[in-house]
């Protein structure tokens, strides 16, 4: 096979559609956190605290970043597992932000945008790449995201 994805069948395929959803999905969660408060929210809840400029500066650089990587995704096939990642990181901030409000006991700022958009549109994705894509390259990818997602977590409260 010539292309660098290993692919179940013999036509491999660019991401689904729905993984241009992506950075719309994101742009509307940065304005759920910015707006909601997660600022002030999450150094009183967690004892965390973030500045607002690398809120932002993070926030956007990942927003330009996921607009090429859903791009790429959708138009090249060997792109394909850049959609994936991207939609395990969305779908780990998703339960992140789920889980900050049952333990902390109230809403976290993002919530609303992880639930409707990220989770629906993460589990399109990733069942597409169930069936188009080799376990180990979905597999991969899922750990990239998450990865992803840790490292950006961390580079904000640092």
């Known amino acids: 096979m010539s292309h660098m994805i290993e692919t179940l069948d013999d036509n491999p395929s660019s991401a689904p559609l729905a993984v241009i959803l992506l950075p719309v999905a994101v742009a509307l ?13 999450v150094s009183l809840a967690l004892d965390v605290n973030i500045e607002a400029e ?21 138009r090249e096939p060997r792109a394909a597992w850049i959609g994936v990642s991207l939609a395990a990181l969305v779908g780990v901030n998703a339960i992140a932000h789920t889980m900050l409000s049952v333990f902390v006991g109230e809403y976290s700022p993002g919530t609303i945008t992880g639930l409707l958009l990220y989770v629906p549109i993460s589990i ?12 180990g390259v979905v597999g ?5 995201g998450i990865g992803i997602h840790a490292v950006a977590t961390l580079s904000a409260t640092l």
């Open 140 to 144: 991969g990818a899922i750990l990239f």
């Open 124 to 135: 399109i994705i990733i069942r597409w790449a169930t069936a188009h894509l080799s376990r």
């Open 29 to 41: 969660h940065i304005v759920e956190e910015w707006f909601g408060g997660f600022i002030d929210w």
């Open 54 to 74: 690398r809120f932002f500066a993070i926030n956007m650089i990942g927003l330009v970043l996921f607009v090429i990587g859903c791009v790429s995704a959708y």
